[in-house]
């Protein structure tokens, strides 16, 4: 997949802009806070329907502005397919493929991109819900129906959260409260399928992680991956929760553990007005060595395991779509690498179809990334030239 072109209307720092890309390296250079990973978020928006620097959509539309507009030209082979999303600052968003209105959720069936950012060092560093988050992007762009599957989970869960909450002011004991069973039904179907395909994705990023790891830290420190599930006995609350594991062939088996663990969990559900079984309670476990990568990773470590997820993720991704390779955005990562991983993920970034990479100072951009130069200043693209 290679994105040629892309606009932005009333976008970040952009009232508007134009850019051309190629196939290949393609380098935003500029001062920071001028604008250049917003170029990288607006591209990868169309594939994670979300940003990789904020929680919601509000803080990308322009000050003064309701909505964002942002329109790119892909190409699949000699297919070429136009996009146009409306970020709205209030209400739900607009989306269009080739001119027809779409649901948004639509979008990723057409675009594939792997961002790599400094955020990315809360994956292995910070609280599940980064894992999380990374997880449920890439389950996004794998299959693109889980869009629906977790919205419609979230707002299960918010349901049921709520309805616990009013039951515990209201002093009701769990016996008496029938409408929950309800919920329960509602949120072991969806849990249920977000559970058996993020134990599905965390078997299948085995391998490439291990792959990735090694040709960035060129070692081999035995990287591993797994869920710890809630309803398996895991508390994101405390810090050693214990393992899983889990086949995920069997969802029947998954649900009938989902139903047992919110029974069990039922009082103290009502004590505390939470819903404390789920997907969303759940941690994507990371180790090398044998040892976690959070409390126990060097940070050097801990850069090539947040590094090398992506660099999976990108792998598996190639390997499963039809749309060609992802794109693949590395924002402001080079500053953060010592020389030998710089010149490594160079070497393993020129290998896909179109990389963009962004960066405040040009020299640290190894050489055979240099390929087409745009210039940013201030919101806008004030020059683009190629080696």
């Not at 397919?81 to 069936?109: C, F, H, I, T, W």
Request: zero cysteines.
């Amino acid at each position: 997949m290679i994105v040629e072109q892309l606009s932005l209307v009333d976008f970040r720092n952009y009232a508007a802009a134009d850019v051309t890309l190629v196939p290949g390296p393609n380098v935003f250079v500029g001062r920071n806070g001028q604008g250049k990973t917003n170029l990288a978020e607006a591209i990868a928006f169309f594939a994670t329907l979300g940003s990789h620097r904020v929680s919601n959509d509000a803080p990308m539309v322009r000050d003064g502005a309701d909505a964002a507009i942002i329109r790119a030209r892909l190409a699949h082979g000699e297919r070429r397919v136009q996009l146009e999303v409306q970020v709205n600052r209030q209400g739900s968003n607009k989306a269009r493929v080739n001119g027809s209105g779409v649901k948004p959720s639509e979008l990723p069936r057409y675009a594939q991109v792997v961002l790599f950012a400094p955020e990315d060092l809360q994956i292995v560093r910070g609280d599940p819900s980064s894992r999380r988050r990374f997880a449920d992007q890439l389950l996004v762009q794998r299959t693109p129906r889980m869009s629906g599957v977790l919205g419609d989970y979230d707002r299960v869960l918010k349901q049921r959260t709520a309805l616990l909450k009013s039951a515990r002011a209201r002093g009701v004991r769990g016996d008496a409260l029938s409408t929950l069973d309800v919920w329960d039904d509602k949120l072991v179907a969806l849990g249920t399928q977000v559970i058996q395909a993020r134990l599905a994705l965390a078997a299948d990023l085995a391998a490439p992680l291990a792959a990735a790891y090694t040709a960035i830290a060129g070692a081999d420190h035995d990287p591993e991956i797994e869920w710890a599930l809630s309803i398996r006995g895991a508390d994101p609350d405390v810090d050693d929760a214990p393992a899983t594991s889990v086949d995920p062939a069997h969802p029947p088996d998954i649900a009938a553990q989902f139903r047992e663990a919110l029974a069990a969990r039922r009082t103290a559900e009502l004590e505390r007005g939470l819903t404390l079984v789920g997907p969303h309670r759940d941690d994507l476990l990371l180790r090398i060595r044998g040892l976690p990568v959070k409390g126990y990773a060097s940070h050097g470590e801990s850069w090539s395991v947040a590094l090398s997820l992506r660099l999976a993720s990108a792998e598996l991704l190639r390997a499963e779509s039809l749309l060609g390779d992802p794109v693949l955005i590395l924002d402001d990562v080079f500053a953060e690498l010592d020389t030998e991983r710089r010149a490594r993920l160079a070497g393993l970034a020129g290998d896909y179809e179109q990389v963009v990479v962004t960066a405040a100072v040009e020299g640290d951009v190894p050489d055979n990334l240099r390929a087409r130069m745009v210039r940013v200043e201030a919101g806008e693209i004030v020059e683009a030239t190629d080696a």
